[in-house]
């Protein structure tokens, strides 16, 4: 859940300058499905009661534009369907390009499963160290 927070804290916060989730984005409409699980609001602890009718994750995330954020999920990641990561990623890019900051969004799907390994961890501090400087 750290990734979730990495994002969401970024979007609510403007002390935050810049953020990075590893293996935390996709639509609710791709999450929320019985093949996972879950339905409606999806499970506790990632669920805002009654926000899911006004806004998806991307749109709470995209929140956090024009700051600098990176976001790489898992192509072997079983927890979050690559199509609705892609079409998350596609949502947030047009809230940063609508801002002139597409630049400053960095979004990526690696051959990994859902995880946080070393190299994940080096790209975050490489763009952490590129854009709080």
Not at 21 to 28: N, R
Not at 43 to 60: E, V
Request: net charge positive; aromatic share 10%.
């Amino acid at each position: 859940m750290g990734a979730y927070r990495s994002w969401m804290l970024s979007a609510l916060s403007d002390r935050i300058k810049a953020g990075a989730s590893i293996c935390w984005m996709i639509t609710t409409d791709a999450q929320l499905t019985r093949r996972f699980g879950r339905k409606e609001n999806g499970g506790f602890a990632n669920c805002i009661p009654g926000l899911r009718q006004y806004l998806d994750y991307p749109h709470i995330a995209s929140l956090a534009c024009p700051k600098p954020m990176l976001f790489i999920n898992g192509t072997k990641d079983k927890l979050f369907p690559v199509p609705g990561v892609k079409d998350a990623f596609a949502e947030m890019h047009k809230v940063w390009k609508s801002q002139g900051a597409d630049n400053l969004l960095d979004t990526e799907l690696w051959d990994i499963p859902h995880s946080c390994g070393l190299k994940a961890q080096e790209k975050m501090l490489e763009f952490l160290d590129k854009n709080l400087k």
